[in-house]
Every structure is written in C-alpha cells, then in structure tokens.
C-alpha cells in the first residue's frame, strides 16, 4: 500500500530564509504533484514532477524529484509571507490513485 | 461550469442523520475523487472513479460511506447515520484521468463541504 509522508508538519520561517520540505514515499511511483492549500481554501495545483531528476521552478518555490530514493523536496527561497500556507505532495499510485502527504503547514514571519 | 463545484458549502447535521454531498465536476473529466479532511489534517483518499471502471473504494471508513458516480457526471457521497467523528471537510476533485499521460491526473478540487455533526 502506498504511504506518503512529508516533513516537517510544521515551518515557521522567518521572511528572507530558505528553507526545505520532504516528501517521501513508499512504492515506486512516475509521478508527483505538489499542492498549495490557503487558510479555509481548497487546494491548487503547484507543480507535476514526472521522471527521476525533474526540477520545476516557479518564482520562489522548487521541486525536485528522485525517484530511486522516493523523494521530493519542495525548496523556499528568500520566504516571504505570501507563501504562507499548506503544502501537500501527492503521488501516483499502481491503481491510478492519488494519495497524498500529511501536508506541511507554512509560517512565513515578518 | 468552469471548476468542480461542491453542494452544500456547509452542513450541519445531528447525529444518527444520513446526509448527502454532491459533487459536479469539470465537464469532460473521467476521473473523480472524494477526499476527506479533517482540522488540521491531510487529505484522507475515500473513493476513485475513473470513466466507466469500477469504484476504486478501499478508502471508504466503514460501510455508513457510499458514492456513486452518474457516468463521467455528478457523484453524490451518502453518509448514513452520522457519528460526530464524521466532522470533516469533505473535497471532491476531477481530473482528465490517467490514460497512461500524467499530465492529464492533474487534480482540480472543489472548494468543500465542511460537515458538522452535533
């Protein structure tokens, strides 16, 4: 059974940082999605991650993916409170599934 | 519509009453998932539709859950007997579908019904 989990569960960061989050999983997958989700919204997608080595870049966040090690990284550069939010990983499993990470809940302190 | 929309936004309910959540996705969507959410938590998988297959319903808690899906159209998921521990957000999500193009299992989500059970 495909088990996603992502760390940490909670960032607070402070405006400039950077900083870094995990997502790793369990079986072998060919795709990974990241999420935004806002305070009291629903989720939006942020990226699609497809073979071993992909990168994706938008403004201040990047995603990679590894697949060998059933790992993604969400990296944050120079944080700003805008980003402030929940981020989900999700990945693809053998039935066609998504299922998606415990969610890293981001602060971005002034 | 332009996005999947999701009826009631709200509801609230006592326990021990059935209710029922409606989900309408993006016209041509094949794929269709209901998520649940719990305060504070992530997104718990409860059930798959893809096109004309069988229900992918391993997420489904207990047999008071149920969903169906009206060809490639509105799904509706019945909750019967409520119990408080079924106070959640509950997302519905629509996508192109695999067909083997990951491109296309990008999720579109629904903004919710949150569901309180007094």
């Known amino acids: 059974e495909l088990k996603v989990e992502q760390n940490p569960l909670f960032l607070s960061m402070q405006e400039g940082k950077n900083y870094t989050i995990y997502c790793n999983y369990s079986?072998?997958?060919?795709?990974l999605y990241w999420y935004r989700q806002d305070p009291g919204k629903s989720l939006e997608s942020l990226f699609v991650?497809?073979?071993?080595?992909a990168v994706k870049q938008e403004g201040r966040l990047m995603a990679s993916l590894d697949t060998k090690a059933r790992l993604s990284t969400l990296h944050i550069t120079a944080a700003v409170h805008d980003l402030s939010a929940t981020y989900f990983c999700?990945?693809?499993?053998?039935?066609?599934?998504?299922?998606f990470g415990t969610g890293t809940l981001l602060a971005v302190q002034p | 519509g332009a996005g999947v929309s999701q009826s009631p936004s709200n509801k609230v309910t006592e326990k021990g009453k059935d209710v029922e959540l409606r989900c309408d996705p993006i016209?041509?969507?094949?794929?269709l998932y209901w998520y649940r959410q719990r305060l504070g938590q992530g997104l718990e998988f409860l059930i798959y539709?893809?096109?004309?297959?069988?229900?992918?319903k391993s997420g489904l808690p207990s047999d008071r859950f149920s969903a169906e899906r009206t060809g490639e159209s509105v799904s509706t998921l019945t909750i019967q007997r409520t119990q408080q521990e079924d106070s959640a957000v509950y997302l519905c999500?629509?996508?192109?579908?695999?067909?083997?193009?990951?491109?296309?299992?990008?999720?579109?989500f629904g903004s919710g019904t949150q569901l309180s059970v007094l």
């Open positions: 991650l497809l073979s071993n080595g």
């Open positions: 079986t072998t997958s060919d795709r």
């Open positions: 539709f893809q096109g004309n297959s069988a229900p992918d």
């Open positions: 016209s041509g969507h094949t794929a």
């Open positions: 999500a629509s996508s192109l579908g695999w067909a083997g193009d990951p491109t296309n299992e990008k999720l579109f």
């Open positions: 999700a990945v693809g499993g053998a039935t066609n599934k998504l299922i």
